[in-house]
């Protein structure tokens, strides 16, 4: 059977003509029998004819030809009109959009690979994100190849797992890992039921969990699907400094040096040395604008701590905010540079911290405590009010202050007056004859911390803080007390302890005496150190979300060695408790130096929640101190009305400043039910420090800043994996490049891979028609004339 393609078949409509003989034999039988015989036969009819030899072939050529026509009606001729679906050959591509592609590569060992990415930059290369050139890399140079070749193209981005995307969307890199292989099943999901013949992996290639790549890969390839993957990055062995935040103050006040901690590893680096790392001030176009040390450190994988402390005079004098930058010099040939440098703002307060320091008797502490809040410090004012003094007694004061009669119980003075409250070795119901006023201290106090005021219990022999069980301000321990708070002492007050540090590598501010991690720890500790101590208070534990700073080194109860100093938070306001009462001996050999430091530390780190802005009746914070980049920032601010109750307005707007400087306005809604509480949720598209504030009539009332980072496991190791994603282009049949030779992609997709399916056929007769007819009688009537003019019969 012979079928014969129309050429003018409606490919673009989704239909095709053919001209097909049904009823026509074998060819064999057409080709050696039926010609033959035709010929023959038209050739045997003229062949005892007086002719010339040319007369007689056109006369046999048209019976022949008769012939032919009426052989053809009889095979059946007829027109075949097939409907059928043409299905465009599709390529799904999949772009990475982890947090690892907002790294920056270096490409300095490859000059060839840096110059063919420089057309897909928009500025100088080592500045430009990986997702940044890989988009425009798909979008300029593999969409347009695979468009050439007649492919769809289908567009999906993933992290922990795959969404489609537009052209014009944006890309985030914001996901906190990269699981190729969940993104290649869920590709293959994505196909079924389309002509897909490819897919295209756009990565960095760093598999951080998820399906196996390689499993994904063998299911690709069991469904007849290819993979490439390109790779993204500087494909060199990684080697790369990095230097990280470890502890840095959010605020300090005027006057105040800034410790600053950071922490300097290496990845690659076996036998790179040492390098140098620098602390620069800057500016406010944040250009370096004086150095202000240096130090060296080990560039080896297991990192090194360095400590910095920056002098508390600022460029200007009166500027609020600080901006610092630390950095690392690079190594040769090294592959990042973009985590060389931090940058970050310290917040510099103005106010004077106001403290009420209350003690039952004139104890050794209170004696050296009391003098140290009157002098030591220009930021601290002070009232001080010794319970067991007669009516006559000057209550002591700093200068400038007025002498307390009686001890401040209303809510509004505490309130007003003070950021700090010492309670010392007190029964808060013997703070006044009056015991209402007794009552109304400890609610007021509850209600001070409780907006943002600071509260440190200190221990004593007599009464804190076994005075405390089973009361109101029981709530604003950061400890949990027990039947034994109430007994005296049983310790041997005849040995002398040192308490341990809970954490000495990275030191609470409270116990940070000294910049070096090894020398605060031998203060602490070591016989040369601070003096040690021979009494302390006994607690339980402490409550959970609080942190313990100091230790017993020896005596344990239930669970584990005693706390010492114990911080805390309430919920706003922030509470300390001290088990020692004998401070006053650090001043043994060191003066004032380290006994002045650790009280200016802990007052410092109480009156924060009070301190964050210029008016103390806002407070504004974010529900924990970082944040990874993937994850929703809650903001949250408490007001108070002029009388300090708890404010009615329906919202506040807050202005965010991005790392970068960009401003960003947000609005915290008041919480359903909790007057004074507002609340909002935002997301970052980088991360660095944020800083948020409060402002009403270019007056800052409270401020708060965000530390965003890089999810942990797509920081941990952000190099390339070239291997895994050729094993995995193998393993699919498909083709592995990096993004500067992207183009040699052009090979896998030659086009013309369209398929065709058929939906529906139409059979019309070709010969039952007119023309059929009047060709046989064309046909015969010249030789009918021919035959006439020649005379035969």
């Not at 601010?637 to 404010?647: G, H, K, Q």
């Not at 992609?745 to 059929?772: C, K, M, T, V």
Request: hydrophobic fraction near 40%.
């Amino acid at each position: 059977m012979i079928s014969l393609i129309n050429p003018t078949s409606a490919q673009d409509l989704g239909t095709s003509t053919n001209l097909r003989l049904l009823d026509m034999p074998e060819l064999w039988i057409v080709v050696l029998v039926l010609v033959p015989l035709g010929a023959l036969a038209a050739w045997g009819s003229y062949a005892r004819e007086s002719l010339p030899g040319t007369v007689r072939l056109v006369l046999s050529g048209l019976r022949l030809a008769a012939f032919s026509v009426l052989a053809l009606i009889l095979f059946r001729p007829v027109f075949v009109e097939r409907s059928e679906e043409v299905r465009p050959a599709e390529v799904l591509v999949l772009l990475d959009d982890s947090a690892s592609m907002r790294r920056q590569d270096a490409y300095q060992g490859d000059a060839a690979s840096a110059k063919l990415l420089e057309r897909h930059a928009q500025g100088p290369l080592r500045d430009e994100q990986r997702l940044h050139l890989a988009r425009r890399a798909v979008e300029n140079e593999l969409v347009p190849l695979l468009e050439k070749g007649q492919y769809e193209v289908r567009r999906m981005r993933f992290a922990e797992d795959a969404t489609p995307f537009a052209t014009d969307s944006s890309l985030s890199a914001r996901g906190r890992g990269t699981h190729i292989g969940d993104a290649i099943r869920r590709g293959l999901k994505t196909t079924r039921g389309r002509h897909v013949t490819a897919l295209v992996v756009v990565t960095d290639g760093r598999s951080n969990g998820g399906t196996a790549p390689l499993d994904a890969a063998r299911a690709a390839a069991a469904e007849g699907i290819a993979i490439h993957t390109v790779v993204v990055g500087d494909t060199r062995p990684e080697r790369n400094l990095l230097v990280e935040l470890a502890g840095v103050p959010s605020a300090v006040l005027e006057g105040d040096e800034i410790a600053i901690s950071v922490r300097v590893a290496g990845r690659g680096t076996n036998g790179a040395g040492s390098t140098q790392v620098q602390l620069e001030e800057l500016d406010s176009e944040g250009q370096p604008a004086r150095l202000l040390a240096e130090e060296n450190a080990a560039a080896d994988e297991s990192g090194e701590r360095v400590n910095f402390i920056a002098p508390p005079e600022s460029l200007v004098a009166g500027v609020r905010v600080r901006r610092f930058r630390i950095t690392v010099a690079p190594l040769r040939d090294e592959t990042l540079l973009d985590d060389n440098s931090v940058e970050f703002s310290v917040r510099i307060m103005p106010e004077k911290i106001r403290v009420l320091y209350i003690d039952g008797y004139p104890r050794w502490e209170y004696r050296f405590l009391k003098e140290l809040l009157k002098r030591s410090d220009q930021n601290i004012s002070a009232q001080i009010y010794l319970l067991s003094a007669t009516p006559d007694f000057p209550q002591e004061h700093s200068s400038g202050l007025e002498s307390l009669s009686r001890v401040p119980s209303g809510r509004k003075e505490l309130l007003d007056n003070y950021d700090v409250i010492i309670l010392g070795d007190i029964n808060p119901a013997a703070i006044s004859p009056d015991p209402k006023r007794c009552e109304e201290f400890a609610e007021s106090l509850v209600d001070f911390v409780r907006s943002g005021g600071g509260v440190l219990f200190q221990a004593g022999e007599y009464e804190n803080p076994r005075s405390l069980r089973d009361t109101e301000l029981e709530q604003l321990l950061p400890v949990v007390l027990d039947s034994s708070s109430g007994l005296p002492y049983r310790g041997d007050t005849s040995r002398e302890f040192r308490p341990t540090l809970e954490d000495p590598a990275t030191p609470h501010s409270v116990v940070r005496l000294h910049a070096d991690n090894e020398v605060n720890r031998v203060l602490w500790e070591e016989p040369g150190g601070l003096r040690g101590h021979f009494w302390y208070s006994a607690v339980n534990r402490a409550k959970p979300g609080s942190g313990v700073l100091l230790r017993h080194p020896t005596e344990a109860g239930p669970f584990g060695r005693h706390p010492l100093l114990v911080v805390g938070y309430y919920p706003a306001g922030r509470s300390l408790f001290m088990a020692l009462d004998s401070t006053w001996m650090w001043r043994y050999r060191f003066g004032d130096r380290y006994h002045g430091r650790f009280w200016r530390n802990a007052i410092r780190w109480l009156a924060l929640g009070r301190l964050k802005g210029g008016d103390r009746r806002f407070s504004l914070d974010s529900l924990r101190e970082s944040y990874s980049l993937d994850e929703t920032i809650t903001l949250e601010a408490r007001v108070l009305d002029e009388d300090y109750s708890p404010s009615d307005q329906p919202s506040w707007d807050v202005r965010l400043v991005a790392p970068d400087g960009k401003v960003r306005e947000l609005t915290l809604q008041r919480v359903s039910g909790q007057d004074g509480r507002y609340r909002t949720t935002f997301e970052v598209g980088q991360p660095g420090i944020f800083s948020a504030a409060i402002e009403v009539e270019g007056q800052r009332l409270a401020s708060t800043d965000i530390d965003v980072r890089l999810p942990s496991r797509e920081n941990s190791n952000p190099a390339p994996d070239p291997e895994l994603l050729a094993a995995v282009a193998r393993v699919a049949g498909g083709r592995s490049v990096d993004l500067a030779h992207l183009g040699e992609l052009a090979a896998a997709f030659p086009g013309g891979e369209e398929r065709h399916e058929p939906i529906s056929s139409r059979l019309q007769d070709a010969w039952d028609n007119w023309y059929s007819l009047a060709l046989v009688l064309a046909l015969l009537s010249c030789e009918w004339i021919l035959r006439k003019r020649f005379e035969l019969v």
